[in-house]
């Protein structure tokens, strides 16, 4: 069974530029979150999706914005990038709700330079 | 603003001893408490998880619980190398969003 799958793996990107990382949840989840981790700190939450609508969103700016697909894939995307948006980006999967805990996805790597 | 507070360390263990993580969480609506290793430039992994006041039990590891003093705590025992590791608390909110403390460095001496 395929885990969870994040791309791309590593990215660098330019102040001002736009990104967006993709990831597929295990077959069958259909809640997607995205977290943000910064070196020595925890994930930070971003976006919460079921059922392909937000059930929850962190404390980030309008530059940050997701959607979930039918195929309860998702895609966060980043505007306007600043040198502060250097993380690893991770997403998480679960069933349904967050009761049993998320599986991690190995994470995309976005350096802004 | 909801918080989960654990010590960054690093705590040193000698190899065999018990690790002892704590954790306190400010939401006394959480329901859900989980510990999630994460080995350096990996994701985190779940490795616990407890929903009732109490002990739980997994091989070496034990996760204990008190909703009245909004504590968790994870031992290790018999710690080995391979627990070198950041061990991450997280706890799930009324609104079913989970978040996560800065976690802690824990490093077993040889």
């Known amino acids: 069974d395929a885990g969870v799958t994040q791309s791309p793996t590593h990215l660098i990107k330019t102040r001002g530029q736009h990104v967006t990382l993709r990831c597929s949840p295990i077959s069958g989840h259909k809640s997607v979150s995205w977290y943000q981790q910064v070196l020595g700190q925890g994930p930070q939450f971003i976006f919460q999706?079921?059922?392909?609508?937000?059930?929850g969103r962190g404390n980030f700016p309008d530059r940050f914005s997701a959607r979930q697909f039918p195929n309860y894939s998702s895609e966060l995307n980043v505007n306007a990038l600043l040198l502060g948006d250097s993380a690893l980006y991770l997403c998480a999967s679960s069933l349904a709700r967050s009761t049993w805990g998320y599986t991690f996805g190995s994470g995309t790597r976005l350096t802004v330079v | 603003q909801k918080e989960v507070e654990q010590n960054s360390g690093p705590l040193s263990v000698p190899e065999g001893a018990i690790a002892s993580l704590n954790c306190t969480y400010s939401?006394?609506?959480?329901?859900?408490f989980f510990w999630y290793r994460q080995y350096s430039g990996k994701s985190p992994e779940l490795i616990m998880f407890?929903?009732?006041?109490g002990d739980k039990e997994d091989g070496r590891f034990t996760a204990q619980l008190n909703k009245a003093s909004q504590y968790v705590s994870l031992l290790i025992r018999d710690s080995q190398p391979s627990d070198s590791a950041t061990y991450l608390c997280a706890v799930t909110l009324r609104d079913d969003k989970i978040i996560f403390g800065k976690g802690t460095r824990l490093h077993i001496l040889p």
């Open positions: 407890i929903y009732s006041n």
């Open positions: 939401d006394r609506g959480s329901q859900s």
């Open positions: 999706y079921y059922e392909k609508e937000e059930r």
